[in-house]
């Protein structure tokens, strides 16, 4: 005997063969589906340092607590000097260094991981009326010394161009990473350095952006717009006349923007020093392993933000050789 539904009946056991099939399907996939690791990551990670590092370990950071949202941070920026105390003195868990570490620092526990490379670069005032003199023809390392720790060359007009301006020195107050890194191009120190002294990296662009006669040093991350890729108004690199042949060469001219100059230190072409790597400094090997597994991410997933935060990243042997001392 055939059995003839109604279109309603048709209708509903349609809609119940559907809702049937959903639910198995639901099921089986909840079967087959793996369950998500359980994040037992948790805990305080403290950093403190230098003004270079500061920006992109702020980035490393919020990218890492995306995956581990239970690691807080806490970081402040204070120069390397405070980094590298804070740190040694177990007052934060990295200090960021941006200088080499003394044997001193070393004897007491230092122990550093490099995980980018940038650079210092002379800075001055694009208002300078020597301006355009100074970019055709570039300051030779010699002429550097002479104005920063000699104290020989007083005026603009020995360096380039032909009006006769006083130069105006500025360096750092706070024991610095890119105050030292800049000394050591002339087998200096620190303290060998003239200048008002200004506190930070930020403070001295902004010095040198006031005086029309001023010159200075500063990380690319404080002269540089990491939106437009050029350099910040008012604020000029001072180019390096690395051959010395009193002029600045098609491969010396790399400082229109934050990608020629990063190119030119990745390749060697901007001298090193000023140019430097810069670490994570631990008073002794890190063993927490929310300390651990950061560091581990700045090494691998997090170094897709160092080219477009204007670092230079690190050759690949020399990751796996800094990812060796976290492991």
């Known amino acids: 005997m055939k059995k003839i539904f109604s279109?309603?009946?048709?209708?509903?056991?349609?809609?119940l063969a559907l809702s049937v099939l959903v639910i198995a399907s639901s099921f089986i996939n909840k079967i087959n589906k793996p369950t998500p690791p359980v994040d037992d990551l948790e805990g305080t990670i403290s950093i403190s340092g230098a003004f270079a590092l500061y920006p992109i370990t702020v980035k490393w950071a919020e990218e890492f607590r995306k995956l581990h949202p239970k690691v807080k941070f806490n970081i402040s920026a204070g120069g390397?000097?405070?980094?590298?105390?804070?740190?040694?003195?177990?007052?934060?868990?990295?200090?960021?260094?941006?200088?080499?570490?003394?044997?001193?620092?070393?004897?007491?526990?230092?122990?550093?991981?490099?995980?980018?490379?940038?650079a210092v670069v002379p800075t001055f005032n694009a208002g300078n009326p020597n301006a355009a003199a100074l970019l055709a023809k570039g300051v030779k390392r010699d002429q550097?010394?002479?104005?920063?720790?000699?104290?020989?060359?007083?005026?603009?007009?020995?360096?380039?161009g032909n009006v006769s301006v006083p130069i105006h020195i500025y360096t750092r107050s706070d024991a610095a990473g890119a105050a030292e890194t800049w000394a050591k191009y002339f087998n200096k120190k620190q303290e060998d350095l003239l200048g008002v002294a200004v506190y930070g990296d930020p403070g001295l662009a902004q010095a040198v952006k006031k005086d029309v006669t001023a010159i200075g040093y500063n990380n690319l991350a404080y002269i540089y717009d990491l939106k437009t890729r050029k350099q910040v108004a008012g604020v000029h690199a001072l180019p390096i006349d690395v051959n010395g042949n009193g002029k600045i060469d098609a491969n010396e001219n790399f400082y229109g923007t934050i990608d020629e100059l990063t190119d030119a230190i990745a390749t060697g072409k901007y001298p090193s020093p000023p140019a430097r790597n810069l670490g994570f400094l631990f008073k002794g090997k890190p063993k927490k392993k929310e300390l651990v597994e950061f560091v581990k991410y700045v090494l691998t997933d997090g170094?897709?933000?160092?080219?477009?935060?204007?670092y230079i990243a690190l050759s690949k042997q020399k990751l796996q050789e800094e990812l060796k001392k976290a492991q």
């Open 303 to 310: 170094q897709k933000f160092v080219d477009e935060n204007g």
């Open 80 to 118: 390397a000097g405070k980094g590298i105390t804070d740190a040694l003195s177990n007052l934060v868990d990295i200090g960021l260094a941006s200088r080499d570490i003394s044997p001193e620092e070393v004897k007491k526990g230092a122990y550093t991981i490099y995980v980018t490379k940038d």
């Open 7 to 15: 279109k309603n009946q048709t209708i509903l056991l349609t809609t």
């Open 144 to 160: 550097f010394l002479n104005v920063f720790v000699t104290g020989s060359i007083k005026d603009w007009k020995q360096l380039a």
